[in-house]
């Protein structure tokens, strides 16, 4: 399996910082990667697929970048309800997806 | 609005079987990629079965052969069968449509889930 290392595991941060999340490939995984936050108790939501492509009605702080095994999500401008989990995902070996293992983005 | 919810989760002794249920709405699950996972604590999320649009489904080494999904297209419905379970299948169950899309010509395709439910605990104890 494809493992999908992600740090930092979590991190503090406070409303207007730019905050910036990685994961590393195991293996070269080219532009699979999406990006998913979670909330306690609510569902995942998808930010960012195809490593940079922004879900529709997602706001514009999030970006996404990166190629091959390492990859970036950043969010500019932090707003009080994006405190949360993020979590990647590699869709390169179908059907074996597998997910880093989180961050969590709490206030400072 | 296209959405998912999960049903059917709770308490079952090791050994014991369960069955969730994944009502969707806004979409027809026959014709669509589906998709369940699951995380246990302390664990991160974990693909545990992919169903194709054609019907092929694919599980995960650690529940093939316990876990079976089937659909009911009539009540556009998706289940997941949990049988022999065990401490470690103790967990917060999610479904999610998935997504199968050439992004560029000759690729592969991408893939990703959209929209998620909110989960269905399940605790495996004795």
């Known amino acids: 399996d494809i493992q999908m290392t992600q740090s930092p595991s979590s991190l503090s941060a406070s409303v207007g910082d730019i905050v910036t999340i990685t994961c590393r490939a195991s293996q070269s995984i080219r532009s699979y990667v999406n990006w998913y936050q979670q909330k306690p108790g609510k569902a995942p939501k998808l930010l960012i697929y195809a490593a940079s492509t922004l879900q529709s009605g997602v706001p514009s702080r999030f970006t996404g970048s990166g190629s091959g095994t390492d990859f970036t999500l950043t969010i500019r401008s932090l707003q009080p309800e994006d405190f949360a989990t993020y979590f990647c995902q590699q869709s390169y070996s179908t059907p074996q997806l597998t997910f880093g293992g989180g961050t969590k983005v709490e206030i400072k | 609005e296209v959405k998912v919810e999960e049903s059917g989760g709770g308490l079952v002794q090791p050994g014991g079987s369960l069955r969730l249920s994944c009502a969707a709405s806004g979409f027809t699950i026959s014709g669509s990629y589906m998709t369940w996972v699951r995380r246990a604590p302390g664990k991160r999320l974990e693909c545990v079965s992919y169903?194709?649009?054609?019907?092929?489904?694919y599980y995960a080494d650690s529940v093939r052969g316990r876990f079976t999904v089937s659909r009911d297209n009539s009540n556009n419905t998706l289940h997941l069968q949990m049988n022999n379970l065990r401490d470690e299948d103790t967990a917060v169950y999610y479904c999610?449509?998935?997504?199968?899309?050439?992004?560029?010509?000759?690729?592969?395709?991408?893939?990703?889930?959209?929209?998620w439910g909110q989960g269905t605990l399940v605790t495996v104890s004795s």
């Open positions: 169903i194709y649009s054609s019907g092929s489904i």
């Open positions: 999610a449509r998935a997504w199968d899309v050439v992004l560029e010509p000759a690729a592969k395709a991408h893939n990703w889930f959209d929209p």
